[in-house]
């Protein structure tokens, strides 16, 4: 039996679009918070900020990208959130002040919530069914792969030839994701949609969030607080090592146990479910934070990545496969937004929460308690989702055996 085909053009395309919005994103992140405080005269919580405002229009908007994307179609709302997404990216040279850099971040993270949440969306119809662990991993590796390449970038261009040049790359990069985006076709209903009724938005709970995925979505955004404390902190615990000198090899050890691992983990998402891979992944979440917690060699700190990368890189494509599993055809798009809304408030309280604690505890403590959390999340994922899946496929048995 021949498999269906996986790495369609409008698969790769979209695939390739995610990746360049998130380049981007990376790119700034790290970026963003050194200009403020070189360029723009802030502090520290100055710097935060401009992260804070940029996810939370994202947050903001997804619930209503995703009415949208029902209303008008996927394609329409992917091209008009990333043209916002570049307009943002070309106005970074004009703020002076940190007020305005605000309100420019603000802008910006609402084309880049608009933009991921359709590229979600289209990715959902176009993986095959029979390869949907697999589809939707090598796509999740997109982001994995910006997240190593944007913060390198970002730093390396900043520190060899400043901000100026800094801004013309992020509009490039902005741009080769609109490109992307634009040689993606899928094909779509007809929407006869009158154009005033795109801004007539629902603001039931029901319509802006898809209540059938919020167990797994928040089994997500219960890890992802923890990914928020590498994010935010694993190079500065490397300095503290005195092992800055390899801290940007962390993520790239990462991506590479994700790009080996990826064609097994997914096949085996498909072939034997969901508890198969999940349970193995977050112990192994785990160990790897507890690994990093009692680094004190290189080698260590590599081996915590490549085990930490295996652990938490295997199950965000998990979690985000079975959320789009869960919801009917017609609410993927809200779907994806709901999911993709609550990881990114976990990661956003995530970074207040780490930020907070780190105050008081070393790092190496740190993270040997955010071991013994994620081990906690072995409970919280059966009892989220575990248990109502295993109750569902007993009854689907059941009625087997009565036929």
Known sequence: MNKEPLWTKNFIS???????????????????????LRELGGDAADAGLLTT????????????????????GK????????????????????????????????????????????TGAMVAEI???????????????????????????????????????????????????????????????????RAISIFQLKFNPRDLFEFSVLPIAVTGGFFSIIYASLLSFVSV???????????????????????????????????????????PAIILFSAGMFVLSQTET????????????????TLFPSFQTIAIQEAPP???????????SIYDLGIGVGSFIIGWAIT?????????YCAFYILGGLFVYFLLYGRQDKKAREMEKAEHQIV
């Open 53 to 72: 405002f940029f996810l939370v229009s994202a947050i903001i908007i997804r619930p209503f990208a995703g009415q949208w994307i029902e209303k008008v």
């Open 14 to 36: 979209v695939s390739a679009s995610n990746f360049f919005l998130f380049v981007t994103f990376y790119f700034l992140l790290v970026t963003m918070p050194i200009y403020a």
């Open 237 to 279: 615990y490397a300095e503290e090592l005195h092992l800055g000198a390899i801290a940007s090899y962390f993520f790239v050890v990462y991506a590479v146990v994700l790009l080996l691992s990826r064609p097994f983990t997914g096949k085996w998402f498909d072939q034997k479910g969901a508890h198969v891979i999940v349970y």
């Open 330 to 340: 017609e609410k993927k798009a809200v779907a994806t937004a709901t999911f993709l």
């Open 75 to 118: 394609k329409k709302i992917l091209i008009a959130s990333q043209i916002i997404f570049l307009a943002a990216s070309t106005l970074y040279f004009f703020p002076h002040t940190l007020e305005t850099m605000l309100t420019l971040r603000f802008f910006h993270g609402i084309g880049f919530g608009m933009a991921t949440t359709a």
């Open 127 to 193: 993986i095959p069914d029979s390869r949907r662990g697999e589809g939707m991993g090598y796509y999740v590796m997109s982001t994995n792969l910006a997240m190593v390449i944007g913060p390198f970038l970002g730093l390396t261009v900043m520190k060899e030839w400043g901000s100026f040049v800094m801004f013309l790359i992020c509009i490039v990069i902005s741009a080769l994701a609109l490109t992307a985006g634009l040689m993606t076709n899928i094909v779509e209903r007809k929407h006869t949609v």
């Open 298 to 313: 290189a080698l260590v700190f590599l081996v915590a990545a490549g085990m930490i990368g295996l652990g938490w890189g």
């Open 360 to 368: 008081g505890m070393s790092f190496s403590s740190l993270y040997m």
